[in-house]
């Protein structure tokens, strides 16, 4: 692992590039699923879910 990457909260997998959301990191191949994903696909609720972990953080709000 590169000191620069970071684990994606979305797929697990360690990426450099992406962004970061309260204290969590999304790498640039999930922010791009999520941009153009569309409510009838099937892994829609998959990310919901995963979004709902990152804003629902116990610390969110401190």
């Known amino acids: 692992m590169n000191t620069t990457d ?3 909260t979305i797929c697990g ?6 962004l970061h959301i309260v204290s969590s990191f999304i790498c640039s ?3 791009q699923e999520i941009v153009q994903i569309d409510v009838e696909d099937e892994r ?4 919901v879910s995963r979004m ?3 804003l629902y953080e116990p610390n969110a709000n401190a």
């Open 52 to 54: 709902k972990t990152i």
């Open 6 to 8: 970071q684990q994606c």
């Open 13 to 18: 997998k360690e990426s450099e590039i992406g």
């Open 44 to 47: 829609y609720p998959f990310f």
């Open 29 to 31: 191949s999930c922010e």
